[in-house]
């Protein structure tokens, strides 16, 4: 059993960029063969279009999907554009606003001889010797490491007790700095966390959890590891979207 839960895909290296023509324009997307039995089109957040296609797959049929889907995918990417400008790099300044368990809350930095990183009302203090944009960073990235330790542990230990089996020991779970998921479940049994998800609401790190544990049952995303996920958070659709619209 080995599953992933993850951020909007990044394609591979080997994923080959194509287009078809369609209404005046083009629909630009990346194709990637895989050992599977259909062929699946995915719209991310970021309004990228991604096909993964069984291997023996002509490309005419993969093009003659996508215009059969075109209609799909130009809402789709309608409805990502009103998400719009998307959150810029941050550079650690005063003003600039992070997030924290689905919040914003602006920066306040101030040069003093105790460095450290206070939340309270509705603001980011942060004291650093210097007052160096990579001081401050280093600081709110430590503050976040802990933050993310305590409630990422408190949320999984209230989602265990929903899906604790007899004959299971409970799950170790791991937190740390992942770049294309937000949790898995080895075979092992271990549950690995992406330490960013504390800065998604709660919802949604139950979300990341429970969809986990499910794989628990189901090792797999067939119709019944979803008509479990469906049992154990009827609005989970909800959550995965508010994730991803959280965290781009």
């Not at 959890?209 to 189901?218: A, D, P, R, Y």
């Not at 659709?237 to 991803?244: A, F, P, Q």
């Amino acid at each position: 059993m080995s599953s992933t839960i993850k951020q909007a895909d990044t394609p591979p290296a080997s994923a080959k960029k194509l287009a078809v023509v369609y209404g005046g324009g083009e629909i630009l997307f990346q194709l990637v063969f895989s050992k599977r039995k259909s062929l699946e089109i995915s719209v991310h957040p970021d309004k990228s279009v991604f096909v993964k296609a069984p291997e023996d797959t002509s490309r005419d049929v993969i093009e003659a999907k996508v215009k059969k889907r075109a209609r799909w995918i130009k809402r789709q990417i309608r409805y990502f554009d009103q998400f719009d400008p998307r959150t810029p790099s941050r550079k650690y300044v005063s003003g600039e606003s992070h997030l924290y368990l689905g919040k914003n809350y602006r920066l306040k930095i101030e040069v003093g001889t105790d460095s450290g990183v206070v939340l309270k009302a509705g603001f980011f203090w942060v004291t650093s010797t210097c007052g160096k944009p990579d001081h401050v960073e280093s600081l709110l990235s430590d503050w976040y490491r802990e933050k993310a330790d305590f409630h990422l542990n408190k949320v999984f230990s209230e989602c265990w007790e929903k899906f604790k089996r007899s004959d299971s020991d409970k799950l170790t779970i791991k937190i740390m700095q992942l770049k294309k998921r937000w949790g898995s479940l080895s075979k092992s049994g271990t549950l690995t966390l992406n330490r960013d998800l504390i800065k998604a609401p709660i919802e949604c790190i139950e979300y990341v959890i429970i969809h986990e544990l499910c794989h628990l049952e189901h090792h797999n995303h067939g119709p019944e590891f979803y008509r479990l996920l469906e049992r154990s958070l009827p609005d989970w659709v909800k959550r995965k979207h508010k994730l991803e619209m959280a965290l781009i």
